[in-house]
């Protein structure tokens, strides 16, 4: 562990004022498929968040409800002072403040590594190309690709690939960023370059919702550890009780498993 990292994990931040993101009483089903049920959570400004939770669990359904992706049946999401309806305008509107990095990084394969930071910036948001381009190049250099801006993602690791995708979703300047296993499509030797550049993108402050299996990461990042089972929250809580102190049967199965 380095030591920024270090004091990534071990300050004691102030995470104090409105949460930003709220859940209560959430429920959704596909179908006859109960896959959430009762989903109650707040998370303040600034806090990181990691989710695990056996396959199936439900884990992508959630963070997904977060910027509508999937729709909720019951309950409230609230996101900054937006509460998530079918108001179109309002669900832009969150779009706009959170950003989402997948699996399997979703970048355009015809567009150059800067087209791809780029596209979203120009034609969403309407923002001069060399505005973008320069906001594009200083992102990639902040995940330490910028040599690679006039490549084509064919022509990239699947880690650099993974970090295109989180420089682009920074591009748009989001507020709260989402991650879905970013890293669990990776070779295990590309696994470290992405991590990092989560842990300094958790540095800065941002509030950061990550469904992951990489547990030194929850260690070293989060502020609390949510396990997922069934659609439910079994348990969160603080990374150095969950993983000493594990409440639950299932929680303690989970982790034999996966440690
Ligand atoms: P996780 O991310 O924890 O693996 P998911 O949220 O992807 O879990 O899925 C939870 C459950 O919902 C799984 O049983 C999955 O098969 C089911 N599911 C996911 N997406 C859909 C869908 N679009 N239609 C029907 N069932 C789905
Ligand atoms: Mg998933």
């Known amino acids: 562990m380095t030591s920024a990292a270090q004091q990534a994990g071990q300050s004691a931040r102030h995470l104090g004022g409105a949460p930003v993101i709220r859940m209560i009483d959430v429920h959704k089903w ?24 056996p396959s199936g669990s439900g884990k992508s359904t959630l963070i997904r409800c977060i910027n509508r992706l999937e729709e909720y049946q019951k309950g409230r999401i609230i996101v900054g002072d937006v509460e998530l309806t079918n108001n179109i305008k309002r669900i832009d509107e969150v779009r706009r403040e959170v950003g989402m990095v997948f699996q399997h990084f979703n ?51 699947g880690g650099q690939q993974q970090r295109v995708a989180i420089a682009r979703s920074l591009c748009m300047n989001p507020k709260i960023m989402l991650f879905d296993e970013p890293t669990s499509a ?29 547990m030194g990461f929850a260690r070293q990042v989060a502020d609390r550890v949510i396990f997922m089972d069934q659609g439910q929250i079994v348990e969160m809580n603080t990374p150095t009780e969950f993983f000493s102190n594990p409440q639950h049967e299932r929680t303690k199965l989970f982790l034999g498993q996966i440690l």
């Open 107 to 157: 970048l355009f394969p015809h567009l150059t590594i800067l087209e791809n930071c780029t596209l979203a910036p120009i034609w969403v948001r309407k923002i001069p190309k060399k505005e973008a381009e320069a906001t594009a190049m200083r992102y990639l250099e902040r995940v330490k690709i910028p040599e690679q801006a006039h490549k084509y993602p064919g022509q990239l690791s």
């Open 186 to 214: 990776l070779d295990p030797e590309m696994v470290k370059e992405v991590l990092d550049t989560m842990v300094s993108l958790a540095m800065e402050g941002m509030t950061m919702l990550v469904v992951t299996h990489e």
């Open 30 to 53: 596909y179908g006859e498929f109960h896959v959430l049920r009762d989903i109650n959570l707040d998370v303040a400004r600034g806090e990181r968040i990691v989710i695990c939770g």
